[in-house]
């Protein structure tokens, strides 16, 4: 996804860091810009136009609540290491108050491009030093995921870790997202952190989600393209955790942007977080 057919990525993949950029006050991205061209920032416009304009400051929000938690965990286990699945060109490990060592999962040519930037930006002094090892992984794929969970539960050897997986659960088929909710549950702790967002089923009833879906089915050039929707009591009954709290985006607004009115709901596509601890 987000490449061409030569697996040379496409602006589209830098999209989060545009709505990041937007508004650095409220998602404390600092270092959005370093992904952003002004390329990207034509083709962030022509998305908001095919979607809804409300996308940049709701991811805002939604980054701003992970990177509060993942620096409240940071803190509290300068010794723990973060899992960031689906990791795309976010900048986690550089936001934290305390650097903890971190892993991120992505698609093969995702995660080599990002790694050599990422060494160029340390190089050049523009980012700060931090331990990233980089795993490549099909998460679309059960058997690839079962892979997964061995070399992480590998690499995390025990430590307390804070595992997210922000915006990706949409893309992945229902078998894919039973695997990964499994395996995770088998190789985290009792105490640990897994954070998630997806969308409720009732909000496939609005025009922008299917415009969403339309859009990314012309992304991907694939016409039988569709996302997964999750009902809160999915969270609820997952076996290896409990279920500690539930956010959408007004009530994220509300917190974080009192002043700020989304309108109506028709008007945002809620994609909530889930945020979970393991019995």
């Keep these: 996804m987000f490449t061409d057919g030569n697996n040379n990525l496409e602006d589209t993949a830098f999209l989060w860091n545009c709505f990041r950029e937007s508004n650095i006050t409220l998602s404390r991205d600092h270092f959005a810009s370093l992904w952003v061209t002004d390329s990207v920032r034509a083709t962030t416009r022509q998305h908001c136009d095919d979607t809804l304009p409300s996308e940049p400051f709701v991811h805002c929000l939604r980054h701003r609540l ?37 892993c991120e999962v992505d ?15 340390e190089d050049s002094g523009a980012l700060p030093k931090r331990d990233i090892t980089f795993i490549a992984s099909d998460l679309a794929v059960p058997q690839a995921i079962q892979k997964l969970t061995a070399q992480l539960d590998q690499w995390i050897a025990g430590r307390p870790s804070f595992i997210l997986m922000e915006g990706l659960l949409y893309y992945l088929p229902q078998p894919a997202v039973n695997t990964l909710f499994k395996g995770l549950g088998e190789i985290q702790k009792k105490g640990d952190t897994l954070a998630a967002m997806s969308f409720r089923p009732e909000e496939s009833r609005k025009a922008a989600y299917r ?36 956010y959408n985006y007004f009530e994220l607004a509300k917190h974080y942007t009192p002043d700020h009115d989304l309108g109506r709901s028709e008007s945002v596509l809620e994609e909530d977080s889930y945020i979970l601890l393991h019995k």
Excluded: C
């Design 211 to 246: 415009d969403l879906a339309i859009y990314f089915q012309r992304q991907f050039n694939n016409p039988n393209f569709q996302p997964t929707a999750l009902p809160r009591s999915f969270y609820e009954n997952l076996p290896h955790y409990q279920l500690t709290a539930h």
């Design 107 to 121: 698609q093969r040519f995702m995660g080599e491009y990002k790694q050599k930037k990422l060494q160029e930006l």
């Design 66 to 102: 992970f990177l509060d938690l993942l620096s409240g965990f940071s803190t509290q286990h300068p010794q723990g290491v973060f899992v960031n699945l689906g990791a795309g060109f976010t900048n986690y490990p550089y936001l934290l108050p305390t650097p903890i060592a971190t």
